[in-house]
């Protein structure tokens, strides 16, 4: 997962330009079928919503992932993920 993202995301040129950084909090749902959906911003990157929606384009891309079992049975299953943002 961390290849895909570092791979795929595409830093916005207006807050490369702006020389802004920071970490967006998302949150969003793996279906049973593995399918990624109800994707959402829990704490963006302040100054940035560029950044925001590039990381909610990037998590919606995803392929498809393994869904979470309970008692056997594929079930839906929440997931947070914290996505950076650094100028290097």
């Given amino acids: 997962m ?32 593995g399918d ?12 940035c919503p560029e950044c925001d929606k590039e990381a909610i384009r990037v998590v919606k891309s995803m392929p498809k992932w393994k869904a979470a079992k309970m008692t056997g049975r594929s079930v839906k299953c929440y997931f947070n993920l914290p996505i950076s943002f650094k100028i290097q």
Avoid: D, T
Wanted: net charge positive.
């Fill in 2 to 33: 961390a290849k895909f993202i570092q791979k795929n995301l595409q830093y916005p040129a207006m807050a490369r330009e702006a020389g802004i950084s920071g970490k967006c909090f998302l949150k969003f749902v793996v279906n049973e079928n």
């Fill in 36 to 47: 990624i959906s109800n994707v959402e911003i829990l704490k963006g990157v302040s100054g």
